[in-house]
């Protein structure tokens, strides 16, 4: 059975915006300022810290009147999940309803990568009385070194 395995990945401007209008729709205590920056933090490299919580961390910084007084805000990996997802579902990108979603590093930004097992596939074909067999696979088109010799062609001179 084949497995179906999707990633969107997305740059530095798009999660900051993903971030912000998620913090916004779940009235996360943000000020109307835009995020400054923002730091990804990756469960692979938090070993050794205090934090005993595994999965990757967002830390938001949002711009202040005052340089020095930098509103924090921080996600954990569901959050950021559901940022990602709402995001994909602003900009009608179509997403499974099953499957599992996990987030991934890539080049410096986040990916977030969809995959759908044979029995999330086998609980789709059941919701959508999806029963029809498979069409048999069409014929392998006929290599060149396995095609039979032409006949031979008398020359006229």
Request: aromatic share 6%; charged share 20%; net charge positive.
């Amino acid at each position: 059975m084949p497995l179906d395995v999707r990633k969107l990945i997305f740059s530095q401007q798009e999660l900051k915006l993903a971030f912000h209008t998620y913090a916004k729709e779940q009235n996360l205590n943000v000020s109307a300022s835009q995020v400054d920056s923002f730091n990804i933090l990756d469960p692979e490299n938090m070993a050794g810290t205090t934090d005993s919580s595994t999965g990757f961390k967002a830390v938001l910084n949002y711009q202040s009147k005052a340089p020095s007084n930098v509103y924090r805000l921080n996600l954990n990996e569901q959050q950021i999940l559901e940022a990602m997802i709402n995001m994909c579902r602003g900009l009608n990108i179509p997403l499974p309803r099953k499957g599992q979603k996990y987030l991934q590093q890539h080049k410096g930004s986040l990916a977030l990568t969809i995959g759908l097992n044979e029995k999330d596939i086998r609980e789709y074909m059941a919701v959508t009385n999806d029963t029809a067999p498979a069409a048999a696979p069409a014929p392998a088109p006929e290599l060149a070194q396995d095609a039979k010799p032409a006949a031979k062609v008398a020359r006229r001179d």
